[in-house]
């Protein structure tokens, strides 16, 4: 995978704890940022699909089973 570079802006305090954090580990800045914009994605990705599904069932003619009544086995 070829990295790009990508450039933003954080406040004092965003980067004062980044750089905390990068100083105790040893780790580079970049290292974090780049793995809190991958979880960060991650998240955020299942977030809108699972509110699309939801729009989507609420639009549908389709039924809800009651939690109770979920056969877990």
Do not use: C
Request: proline share 1%; hydrophobic share 35%; aromatic share 10%.
């Amino acid at each position: 995978m070829t990295a790009k570079q990508l450039n933003t802006k954080l406040d004092d305090e965003t980067i004062a704890r980044l750089d905390h954090l990068a100083r105790i580990t040893g780790r580079s800045k970049s290292f974090y940022a780049s793995e809190f914009i991958r979880s960060g994605l991650d998240e955020m990705e299942d977030w809108y699909l699972a509110r699309h599904r939801l729009e989507e069932f609420r639009q549908s003619d389709d039924s809800a089973i009651p939690l109770d009544q979920v056969d877990w086995s």
